[in-house]
Every structure is written in structure tokens, then in C-alpha cells.
């Protein structure tokens, strides 16, 4: 019923940016929260941000100070700003989104390399 897109990875240098979008679609729905997962090479996906409905936001350590998750309710859009990239942050960078009946829908990912 929710169709779940990110979008906006891509190569970047060590210390680098990427803004990754997640984007969800449907006929009828509303967001409750949206969370970022990543699955770095050979190794299992983690947890890496999450915004509640009330704005309320948590991150992983390994990004705190570097990562900031936001939304835009009025387009069922979500992002993640990722500053000074490292090249541990190299990974499939996954959106989950759970509505406000408690179903939860992933996207396909995008590929975020950090790389010199």
C-alpha cells in the first residue's frame, strides 16, 4: 500500500556530503516515523537515525555530530544529511517507514561510497 524510494546516494570523498531522500507514496496513509538502516559490505544492517511523529530524533553513535534526520510531513518525505563522511559509512543506506497504524514499509535502498 506505501511505496517506499530513497534516493541521493552516490560516490563522494572522505569528508564529503550526501543528502539522502526517502520518499513515500500511497492513496491513503499517514507517517508516524521514519528510520534510516544501513548494511555495510559483508556485515549486517544496522540502525543509523530515526524521527518520530513529534520530531523527536535518535541516532547511532557513530554518527552522532555528522548525520542529521528531518522530514517533510506535507510531501511524505524523509532525509538524512550526512556531513564528513568516512569510509566507514560506506554502505546500502535503507528508509524504513512505519505509518500511524503501525505498518512498516521498506525502500530498496541507495548505495552511499565513500572512497578516495
Known amino acids: 500500500q506505501v511505496h517506499v524510494v530513497e534516493s541521493g546516494g552516490g560516490l563522494v570523498q572522505p569528508g564529503g556530503s550526501l543528502r539522502l531522500s526517502c520518499a513515500a507514496s500511497?492513496?491513503?496513509?499517514?507517517?508516524?516515523?521514519m528510520g534510516w538502516y544501513r548494511q555495510p559490505p559483508g556485515k549486517q544492517r544496522e540502525f543509523v537515525a530515526r524521527i518520530s511523529s513529534g520530531g523527536n530524533t535518535n541516532y547511532v553513535d557513530s554518527v552522532k555530530g555528522r548525520f542529521t534526520i528531518s522530514r517533510d510531513n506535507a510531501e511524505n518525505t524523509g532525509y538524512l544529511q550526512m556531513n564528513n563522511l568516512k569510509p566507514e559509512d560506506t554502505a546500502v543506506y535503507l528508509c524504513?517507514?512505519?505509518?500511524?497504524?503501525?505498518?512498516?514499509?521498506w525502500g530498496q535502498g541507495t548505495q552511499v561510497t565513500v572512497s578516495s
Open positions: 524504513k517507514v512505519t505509518t500511524e497504524v503501525g505498518r512498516q514499509y
Open positions: 500511497g492513496s491513503s496513509f499517514s507517517i508516524n516515523a
